[in-house]
């Protein structure tokens, strides 16, 4: 098993900026590639970002794009997600994921360890 523990979350106002971590523990963390996932009230899980398990290929939902980056460092066993120019619109709580299957994994069933999340709001 891999355990993750979000940390980071907060309340900000709109165009603030917040970096969000993620320690793993148990198995090894290089052998997954990681992701974060959002979830505001009332609806479904998101994909927001994903990267390899080398730290390559970031790859990013449309409407975060140019203003968050994702990023890990294997030898700690951390996830972050940099967030900047935050928007109302990216309240909810998110989710850090770690998934062994090969290639560009959006869908929530194609991790296998979650953390518990952290909750982000951006005041207007």
């Known amino acids: 098993q891999v355990q993750l523990v979000e940390s980071g979350g907060g309340l900000v106002q709109a165009g603030d900026s917040l970096r969000l971590s993620c320690a793993a523990s148990?198995?090894?963390?290089?052998?997954?590639?990681m992701a974060w996932f959002r979830q505001a009230p009332g609806k479904e899980r998101e994909f927001v970002a994903r990267i390899s398990r080398s730290g390559a290929n970031p790859y990013y939902t449309d409407s975060v794009k140019g203003r968050f980056t994702i990023s890990r460092d294997n030898a700690k066993n951390t996830g972050n997600l940099q967030m900047t120019g935050l928007k109302p619109e990216d309240t909810a709580v998110y989710y850090c994921?770690?998934?062994?299957?090969?290639?560009?994994?959006?869908?929530?069933?194609?991790?296998?360890?979650w953390g518990q999340g952290t909750q982000v709001t951006v005041s207007s």
């Open positions: 148990g198995r090894t963390f290089r052998n997954y590639a």
């Open positions: 994921a770690v998934s062994n299957t090969v290639g560009i994994q959006t869908d929530t069933a194609q991790y296998d360890y």
